[in-house]
Nanobody, 122 residues
């Protein structure tokens, strides 16, 4: 089971990026998918999640209205569209997959991608 995150990069404040997380090895039709991020010197924080079964989405207050999580079941891929980026969004972004209902907790996820760097310049 592997999760491959991609799409990170350097962008100016106010810009946009779209992260992708491709799952391989099994079908994640019943898994919840989440995005987390970790900035230098800070703990990993939850950003967004989507329940694979019904498509319900959840967002951290810090990104609500700016980020959108979505999925493509046919491609076994989840996306994170990030708009109106701020320097505070600079971090390594990780995707994760899990079965537990507490989608905001990292403990609910069993599989993790390798991370992709997002840097937002002011």
């Amino acid at each position: 089971v592997q999760l491959q995150a991609s799409g990170g990069g350097l962008v100016q404040a106010g810009g946009s990026l779209r992260l992708s997380c491709a799952a391989s090895g099994r079908t994640f039709s019943t898994y919840n998918m989440g995005w987390f991020r970790q900035a230098p010197g800070k703990e990993r924080e939850w950003v967004a999640a989507i329940r694979w079964s019904d498509g319900n989405t959840y967002y951290a207050d810090s990104v609500k209205g700016r980020f959108t999580i979505s999925r493509d079941a046919a491609k076994n891929t989840v996306y994170l569209q990030m708009n109106s980026l701020k320097p505070d969004d600079t971090a390594v972004y990780y995707c994760a997959a899990g079965l537990r209902v507490a989608v905001r907790s990292s403990a609910s996820y069993d599989y993790w991608g390798q991370g992709t760097q997002v840097t937002v310049s002011s």
